[in-house]
């Protein structure tokens, strides 16, 4: 079973409107952590946003924002205000606790891929 | 500080050839990783290492070596290239302590083609 699922392989947005991209994910671990990453056309992989399973908040860093729905197990992301260079390839990843304390690496989902319209 | 820096940016391997893909980071990072991204999907872990002279297997090992003699290099060795490897590799490192709260910094990766 995929550990990680994003549902939405592309999404066209108007500029200045808000998008959310989908992302649930599949743990028995009590300790997670989610992470967003932008990829854009690029290449390179750049950190949004973090999500921790014991955070009481929704994190939130500038426009973006993530939907986390621990009981649906759901982390959406939210970009508020959208802008053109928000064009790219979004990934949903997470890292269980586990027996390793965290230092196993991601897993990733197979991306959203974002274009945003004048 | 540069970060994380891999080199080659580019490669073509012929099948049978052998590579050593480069990984540097400059943070002090503990914790580096070695993953693929195929295209049109996320990234697969192959190795990690938690620290000098320790390494592990991620999702996809097989094919792959590494070695870990710093806390600064984490090279990538392909021996006997298939096409199966052509992919994008990217390299990250994150420090350790934090649990699973670890943000992973990413190189600009190597785009390696296998014909």
């Known amino acids: 079973a995929q550990k990680i699922t994003q549902t939405q392989p592309g999404m066209f947005v108007q500029e200045k409107e808000a998008v959310t991209l989908d992302c649930t994910y599949d743990t028995s671990d009590p300790s997670y952590g989610l992470f967003w990453y932008k990829q854009p056309s690029s290449g390179e992989m750049i950190f949004l946003i973090y999500q921790g399973s014991y955070d009481q908040q929704n994190a939130t860093e500038g426009r973006y924002s993530l939907n986390f729905q621990k009981a649906r197990k759901s982390a959406n992301l939210v970009i508020s205000a959208s802008q053109l260079g928000d064009s790219a390839m979004y990934f949903c990843?997470?890292?269980?606790?586990?027996?390793?304390?965290?230092?196993?690496?991601?897993?990733f989902g197979k991306g959203t891929h974002l274009i945003i319209q004048p | 500080n540069a970060g994380v820096t891999q080199t080659p940016k580019f490669r073509i391997l012929k099948i049978g050839q052998s590579m050593t893909l480069q990984c540097t980071q400059d943070m002090n990072h503990n914790y580096m990783y070695w993953y693929r991204q195929d295209p049109g999907m996320g990234l697969k872990l192959i190795y990690y290492?938690?620290?000098?002279?320790?390494?592990d297997k991620g999702e996809v090992p097989n094919g792959y070596n590494v070695s870990r003699s710093t806390t600064e290099d984490f090279p990538l060795r392909l021996e006997l290239a298939a096409p199966s490897q052509t992919s994008v590799y990217f390299c990250a490192s994150s420090h350790q302590g934090a649990g699973v709260y670890n943000e992973q910094f990413f190189g600009p990766g190597t785009r390696l083609t296998v014909l």
């Open positions: 290492s938690v620290g000098a002279g320790i390494t």
């Open positions: 990843a997470m890292r269980e606790g586990g027996s390793g304390g965290g230092a196993d690496g991601l897993t």
